[in-house]
T-cell receptor, first 114, second 112 residues
Framework: NAGVTQTPKFRILKIGQSMTLQCTQDMNHNYMYWYRQDPGMGLKLIYYSVGAGITDKGEVPNGYNVSRSTTEDFPLRLELAAPSQTSVYFC?????????????FGSGTRLTVV | QKEVEQDPGPLSVPEGAIVSLNCTYSNSAFQYFMWYRQYSRKGPELLMYTYSSGNKEDGRFTAQVDKSSKYISLFIRDSQPSDSATYLCAMSAIAAGNKLTFGGGTRVLVKP
């Protein structure tokens, strides 16, 4: 079982560059999420999606964009990268039925903006 | 004030000791409570999931929820060096669309 797969694992960007963080899941989960994790700050929600074609902002959406054209894929786009976007990014998915439990996370993308 | 507070640690214990972790929260609408374990340079993995108040036990792990005090706990019995990780609490409200609010995590070190 692949679960949630994120690529790339590491990336260094220059200020002003753009990139897309890829996320795909094979569990047929409707809900998908993007979080960023900064040291000692826990996980902060960037964007989330409750199904294909539906996305919404989380707590810290500025500087990011998402799309959800299929159930499996939920890419995160960074436009005009800034040093403040240096972080570890996690994609996660969950079933719509809350009683089934929590999230399944990917292994993360470690991004440095210089 | 953060919505979910968690002591960052580190919490260092000898092998075999009981590890006691906790989180406090301010949002009385939270109904679902979870604990995640995160090893260094890995994604979080779900350890325990509890709905509303009460206790839940799974092997060496016990989760407790006290909604009247807005306080949740995780106990790890007979701790092992492999339990060394960061532990994150997370919670959500029924109306939150399954969105989780996370604590900042507590780093735990179990020494052989």
């Amino acid at each position: 079982n692949a679960g949630v797969t994120q690529t790339p694992k590491f990336r260094i960007l220059k200020i002003g560059q753009s990139m897309t963080l890829q996320c795909t899941q094979d569990m047929n989960h409707n809900y998908m999420y993007w979080y960023r994790q900064d040291p000692g700050m826990g996980l902060k929600l960037i964007y989330y999606s409750v199904g294909a074609g539906i996305t919404d902002k989380g707590e810290v959406p500025n500087g990011y964009n998402v799309s959800r054209s299929t159930t499996e894929d939920f890419p995160l786009r960074l436009e005009l990268a800034a040093p403040s976007q240096t972080s570890v990014y996690f994609c996660a998915s969950s079933q719509q039925d809350r009683g089934s439990g929590g999230y399944t996370f990917g292994s993360g993308t470690r991004l440095t903006v210089v | 004030q953060k919505e979910v507070e968690q002591d960052p640690g580190p919490l260092s214990v000898p092998e075999g000791a009981i590890v006691s972790l906790n989180c406090t929260y301010s949002n009385s609408a939270f109904q679902y409570f979870m604990w995640y374990r995160q090893y260094s340079r890995k994604g979080p993995e779900l350890l325990m999931y509890t709905y509303s108040s009460g206790n839940k036990e799974d092997g060496r792990f016990t989760a407790q929820v006290d909604k009247s005090s807005k306080y949740i706990s995780l106990f790890i019995r007979d701790s092992q060096p492999s339990d060394s990780a960061t532990y994150l609490c997370a919670m959500s409200a029924i109306a939150a669309g399954n969105k989780l609010t996370f604590g900042g995590g507590t780093r735990v070190l179990v020494k052989p």
